[in-house]
């Protein structure tokens, strides 16, 4: 039974919207990141999140908000989508943040944004 | 900003021989390296990971980690075409940042 859970697992937005990508762990980890993946690229780092209603910004967090409102659900909100959005969106979860914990991903929501 | 670069980009290995992949990085103050495998269209699953300086062994997977030289590598032995995806360094930093390579394409020719 998987773990991480994300929905949807692919969307098409239009530029300007809004658009709300959603995940859900049930490996009862306090732990939850979110990441982008463009081809030719490994996944970069835009929200994570230590605890339930806390928030961190990663390394590209310019465009996107996050939200936590419990343990087992974390959310990407994209305000006003952009083409340069346009990435398949992996969500994490870990149950350690001292470097040396196992994050388990999700299978990811490819988002086309036109 | 801290950097992983992963070498080759793609690499064709034949059935049962070895697959060698490699990965540098840019901060020896890195706490772990994991190898993580993606099948298209899937999330990337954890293979392996390494903590300490030298090599460490698992099933037909071999990692060999030098930090005075910043590099890593995956050794895949007797490769499966089930072996075929992609793999990803990572290097963990504290506050649990894992910082992703940019990927190795891995086919296994029958």
């Known amino acids: 039974e998987a773990a991480v859970t994300q929905s949807p697992r692919s969307k098409v937005a239009v530029t300007g919207g809004k658009v709300t990508l959603s995940c859900h762990q049930t490996?009862?980890?306090?732990?939850m990141y979110w990441y982008r993946q463009d081809t030719g690229h490994g996944l970069r780092l835009i929200h994570y999140?230590?605890?339930?209603?806390?928030?961190e910004k990663g390394d590209i967090p310019d465009g996107y908000k996050a939200s936590r409102p419990s343990q087992e659900n974390f959310s990407l909100i994209l305000e006003l989508a952009s083409l340069s959005q346009t990435a398949v969106y992996f969500c994490a979860s870990s149950d350690d943040t001292g470097g040396y914990a196992e994050q388990f991903f999700g299978p990811g929501t490819r988002l086309t944004v036109l | 900003q801290e950097k992983v670069q992963q070498s080759p980009e793609s690499l064709i290995v034949p059935e049962g021989a070895m697959s060698s992949l490699n990965c540098t990085f840019s901060n020896s103050a890195s706490q772990s390296i994991w190898w993580y495998q993606q099948h298209p269209g899937k999330g990337p699953e954890a293979l392996i990971s390494i903590f300490s300086n030298g090599n460490k062994k698992e099933g037909r997977l071999t990692v060999y980690l030098n930090r005075a030289s910043l590099h890593v590598s995956l050794h895949i032995r007797d490769s499966q075409p089930s072996d075929s995806a992609v793999y990803l360094c990572?290097?963990?930093?504290?506050?649990?940042?894992?910082?992703f390579g940019q990927g190795t394409k891995l086919s296994i020719k029958p």
């Open positions: 490996n009862n980890h306090d732990y």
């Open positions: 999140s230590y605890v339930a209603d806390s928030t």
């Open positions: 990572a290097v963990g930093y504290n506050q649990g940042k894992l910082i």
